[in-house]
C-alpha cells in the first residue's frame, strides 16, 4: 500500500543502507541516536535489547563509542522494519519513544553521531522544553528572515 509506505517516509524518509537491505529484501531503520552518560551505557543497552524483544523486531544492532573528557557514548541503533505494514510502522514509532525515554532517564540526550534533525525533532522539544522559548527568539533575532536551514525549525519558532 502507497500510503503506508509514504507515511513511513515521513518518519524516515532515507534508507541508510539502500544495498543491504535490497539484499536482505528488509528495510533498516535508525531508531536510537543519542549521547549516554559512560557509566548508563550498559543500562540503555539492555533496555534497547528488552524492547527489540518486546516488540519483536530483528536487531540490526547496535553501538557506542565513548568520549573524554566527557565520559558519554554516543549510541546508536538499528532495526530491521517492513515499511508496508502499518502495524510495524506504529510499533517502531512506539518502540523509538520509549528507547528515547529510557536515555533521558539515563540522563542522556537526544542527538549523537546523527544529530536530531526532523526526525528526532519531537524527543528534543521534550529534552528542551525549559529553554525553547529562548532558542526560537534567539532563531528570530539571528534570522529574521528564516533563510539558515529553511524549513527546519523548531516547531511553533
Not at 40 to 66: K, M, P
Not at 96 to 114: D, K, L, P, Q
Not at 116 to 145: C, P
Amino acid at each position: 500500500r502507497q500510503m503506508c509506505i509514504r507515511d513511513s517516509k515521513k518518519t524516515y524518509p532515507v534508507n541508510p543502507f539502500p544495498v543491504h537491505t535490497a539484499l536482505m529484501k528488509k528495510p533498516i531503520k535508525y531508531v536510537l541516536d543519542a549521547t549516554v552518560p559512560l557509566k548508563f551505557t550498559a543500562d540503555v543497552v539492555r533496555c534497547y535489547h528488552n524492547l527489540v524483544d518486546e516488540y519483536g523486531f530483528e536487531s540490526y544492532g547496535i553501538g557506542a563509542s565513548h568520549f573524554a573528557p566527557d565520559f558519554c557514548s554516543v549510541m546508536y541503533a538499528r532495526v530491521y522494519v517492513n515499511e508496508r505494514s502499518e502495524s510495524d510502522i506504529e510499533a517502531i514509532r512506539r518502540m523509538e519513544t520509549e528507547i528515547h525515554s529510557c536515555v533521558r532517564r539515563a540522563g542522556g540526550g537526544i542527538g549523537g553521531a546523527g544529530g536530531v534533525g526532523l526526525m528526532r525533532l519531537q524527543y528534543a522539544e521534550d529534552e528542551h522544553t525549559s529553554v525553547l522559548g529562548f532558542m526560537r527568539r534567539l532563531k528570530r533575532l539571528i534570522d529574521e528572515n528564516d533563510i539558515m536551514n529553511p524549513g527546519k525549525k523548531l516547531r511553533g519558532a
